[in-house]
């Protein structure tokens, strides 16, 4: 907590010019903004963790208290949203805040693997996912164009699959320890069984059909697919879930499991062969024996497995959490069978959709009414997906906020909040607020357009 104070007040005096120091007050009586903790949270930050507070601001003083760490850290960016200026200085007003979040799961997916980003830019963006009250950071590590993490057991990860841009171990545990200060939990997706071609590109014995493969320059679904009848591939995968288990310290691994073609499964005799012996009846039913072996593998780890919405299948454990792309039917029906779920249908960001859409979209929305309350009680949350096609580090903050704030209040504040205008006006306060944070979601738009243009000042150009 020391930090996240020392963070407060810098921020506090970049936004009123006031220097404010920020070594502790000898005599607490003196203090004006008190901060009261009851607790030291969890060694691991987890979706149980408690993340209310209350905020009383009076005249003479403002107290800040949460039983958590957490919800200190949330009360602060309250606080710094409170302040207000008039034609004399700088003020809070005076008001009384109890607040707590609507879902315990707010994320926001960044996906590194199409098109690289640079350590500094996954920290800015915690930054500001701190600054909306989110807390999942979920990290798309691994698809057909590349492979963006060190593995030490598995070197040709990184050495034939990335082309020299991933993230080492040390940046890795950097930037953990970087949004753990901030209040935000990291769960890395490397994909499975399909969208596998990077790994195949570095080891080509893992896959279902005879390489070479080689990473891919455009996007789409590909046929490369991880073989599940293979002995080698689960003995490969136990090891490598045990190396990134130790690296990420979340409870929740993410396998991926969207969009497998199955062309190689369909061609393969062998692989024909094994699904009459084992009594599949079908492709799905074959995923879902491989998942059944994934899933044994992240409980030996002491990981629980969450994937993308293709991956339900009775024979799962209820531990599973199913993470909702095709629509919110898939949801429903995750719950109705017992599973946690998170939705991310209607909060891809890749397709340019307008705030409001995000905004008026909820993850118990019209197709949750018909849930008995156990079974929306399974619905956590929801994610907002930046994937990374038609981005790259010069562009990916614009696609991703300010839009990414109303998805973040939509998660946050009860569903009677709905007025899309008001949600416009405080929109774009929060956008100033970014642009304080150091994010160049408006910066950096402008420097392409001179770039491309050659003129120094684009305002001049009429």
Request: aromatic residues 10%.
């Amino acid at each position: 907590m020391p930090a996240a104070a020392v963070r407060l007040l810098r921020r506090l005096q970049r936004k009123t010019g006031i220097p404010l120091s920020t070594d502790p007050i000898a005599d607490p009586k003196k203090a004006t903004l008190e901060i009261h903790c009851a607790g030291p949270g969890e060694p691991v930050q987890s979706l149980r963790a408690d993340e209310s507070y209350t905020l009383d601001v009076t005249e003479q003083s403002a107290r800040l208290a949460a039983p958590s760490p957490i919800g200190i850290l949330r009360g602060m960016e309250t606080f710094l949203q409170l302040i207000r200026t008039d034609d004399k200085s700088f003020f809070v007003p005076a008001v009384q805040v109890k607040d707590e979040p609507r879902f315990c799961w707010r994320g926001l997916l960044i996906d590194v693997s199409r098109h690289w980003e640079p350590a500094e830019i996954i920290k800015r963006n915690l930054d500001a996912m701190a600054a909306v009250k989110m807390n999942v950071l979920h990290w798309h590590l691994s698809d057909d164009q590349g492979f963006r993490v060190e593995s030490r057991r598995f070197p040709k990860l990184q050495l034939a699959a990335s082309e020299g841009n991933y993230y080492t171990q040390q940046e890795v545990r950097e930037i953990i320890d970087y949004a753990r200060d901030r209040g935000i939990r990291i769960i890395p997706e490397f994909d499975m069984p399909g969208h596998t071609t990077a790994w195949l590109a570095a080891y080509p014995e893992l896959a279902s059909a005879p390489g070479p493969y080689a990473i891919e320059r455009a996007w789409g679904v590909f046929d490369p697919c991880m073989d599940p009848t293979s002995g080698k591939l689960y003995d490969f995968l136990n090891s490598f879930i045990d190396e990134m288990a130790g690296l990420f310290p979340d409870e929740y691994f993410h396998i991926g499991g969207d969009e497998v073609n199955f062309r190689q499964w369909n061609a393969s005799s062998r692989i024909r062969a094994f699904k009459m012996q084992k009594n599949l009846p079908d492709n799905a039913a074959l995923q879902a024996y491989l998942n059944q072996r994934l899933q044994q593998i992240l409980e030996k780890h002491r990981k629980k497995m969450i994937g993308w919405d293709e991956i339900l299948h009775p024979d799962l454990p209820k531990s599973v959490v199913v993470q909702s792309w095709r629509g919110h039917s898939y949801l429903a029906r995750s719950a109705r069978q017992g599973y946690a779920g998170v939705l991310s249908y209607g909060y891809y960001l890749d397709q340019m959709r307008p705030a409001s859409f995000h905004y008026d979209n909820d993850p118990l929305g019209k197709e949750a009414a018909s849930l008995a309350d156990q079974e929306k009680s399974l619905v956590l949350g929801g994610e907002a997906c930046m994937w990374g096609e038609f981005v790259n580090p010069d562009n990916i903050e614009s696609r991703i906020w300010p839009r990414t704030a109303a998805i973040a209040e939509r998660l946050w504040s009860p569903r009677e909040i709905s007025d899309v205008q008001d949600m416009y006006r405080r929109l774009d306060f929060v956008n100033g607020e970014l642009d304080a944070l150091g994010l160049m979601h408006r910066a950096n738009p402008m420097k392409m357009l001179q770039r491309m243009s050659g003129v120094e000042n684009i305002a001049s150009l009429k």
